[in-house]
């Protein structure tokens, strides 16, 4: 009799303790729509990728030739500015700036190149719709690298002229003696627009046909920038193999209860989904634009330059067939809907990319949690709301986001 009291007793104790231990986030036992959606996040589920508008996507020897051009500090007015001066390889390719600088200081954060192959819009602003036309566009910045498409023609004769030549077949033939360095189609520069009208066309094919391929190239070797499997992903894995001992020692109770909380209550995955944790979407969060900066639109102002950009999927630099850009052949073109809307980037490292959102606005992640928890109710669209969630909440949440760290992978090839 004392036996079975005895074992009552514990039976009762136990079904007392473990649902409370569960409602508190300590549990590794997931219903099946929560599985699916942590498999839907898992890095095992990347799929293939292939820039149809790029023929030297996954080309060895553009690749190759690609990380060169990226490092490559000539290609600036000052010679010390290149693509890994704002995406620096020691940081995951992400600077730590609040606003990217160059030859000068821009009005936006630099934006991760981590898994950027997956992205259709490119830019906080989606104003480019490839790696490689993405490329192109610092360098003719002024406050990026401050160089011309014509310099860049320049230098790569004079220093890359054999490797080129390996990769894209023969230079085409140009004067470098004789072009005035500072031709660019700069509407916002009109002396620099002047030398370019006036070049003779046969001068400005073979600038444009060799800038072109530098942007592919680099574009190419961009594309090889991926994530690696996170703690959140071995976790996961362990999951789907239905190893609970292993999953138990790779997160802990309070980066579950965050998990837990990213994907339900918090309703961060409505943003925030897929194994680049973004929808690559754009959407105004409300928020506020620093008083020292002028007002940004957003992707509201860049819907016509994507629509207009001279090395779009559909313009005749790509290499894709008209059918084959439905993404911009079929986006959205309402401006008043993405009046002040900034891309929604990966979360993928998002612990080391500090500081947050399109010009640094927050120094912390603890700020960047506070904000979206904070913001009066009513203030953004429904989705974007982020219930009721506690400090306690907020602290969970970060432990999890801490989990998506890893070091990136890419081509590693001669420098």
Wanted: aromatic residues 10%; charged residues 25%; contains cysteine.
């Amino acid at each position: 009799m004392r036996k079975l009291v005895f074992f009552i007793s514990l039976l009762f104790s136990v079904t007392i303790i473990l649902p409370i231990w569960a409602q508190e986030g300590g549990s590794h036992q997931w219903n099946e729509k929560e599985l699916k959606i942590l498999k839907g996040l898992w890095i095992g589920s990347l799929p293939a990728t292939k820039d149809l508008s790029n023929r030297y996507d996954g080309n060895a020897e553009a690749i190759a030739l690609g990380k060169r051009l990226f490092f490559e500090n000539r290609f600036s007015g000052n010679k010390k500015v290149s693509c890994a001066t704002c995406h620096p390889e020691n940081m995951n390719f992400a600077d730590s700036l609040p606003l990217a600088h160059g030859m000068g200081t821009t009005t936006r954060r630099t934006m991760p190149l981590i898994g950027v192959a997956y992205s259709p819009w490119l830019f906080w602003d989606g104003r480019k719709d490839s790696t490689w036309s993405q490329a192109l566009g610092p360098i003719e910045s002024p406050v990026e690298h401050g160089f011309t498409r014509t310099q860049v023609a320049i230098v790569v004769k004079k220093y890359y002229k054999n490797a080129y030549e390996h990769v894209f077949g023969p230079l085409p033939e140009f004067d470098e003696t004789r072009l005035p360095i500072k031709a660019k189609p700069s509407p916002d520069e009109p002396a620099a627009l002047k030398l370019w009208i006036t070049l003779p066309e046969k001068a400005k094919k073979a600038i444009n046909e060799v800038y072109v391929n530098v942007g592919k190239a680099i574009g190419a070797f961009v594309r090889t920038i991926m994530p690696t499997a996170s703690r959140f992903d071995m976790y996961v894995e362990a999951l789907l193999k239905g190893d609970i001992e292993k999953a138990r020692i790779i997160l802990t109770d309070n980066e579950i209860r965050g998990l837990k909380l990213f994907i339900g209550k918090a309703k961060c995955i409505n943003c925030h989904n897929g194994p680049m944790f973004t929808d690559y979407d754009f959407h105004n969060i409300g928020v506020p634009q620093p008083t020292d900066l002028p007002p940004d639109d957003g992707r509201a102002s860049a819907i016509a330059k994507v629509l207009t950009d001279e090395f779009n999927c559909l313009s005749k630099y790509s290499d894709a067939k008209p059918r084959q850009c439905k993404t911009l052949r079929f986006m959205s073109t309402d401006v008043v809907k993405y009046r002040g809307a900034f891309k929604t980037p990966t979360l993928r490292n998002v612990a080391e990319r500090a500081p947050y959102m399109h010009a640094g606005q927050f120094a912390t992640l603890h700020d960047v949690l506070h904000f979206y928890r904070d913001l009066p109710e009513g203030s953004r669209a429904p989705d974007l709301e982020h219930a009721d969630l506690s400090d306690e909440d907020l602290v969970y949440l970060e432990e999890f986001l801490k989990t998506l760290s890893s070091p990136p992978k890419y081509y590693h090839g001669q420098q």
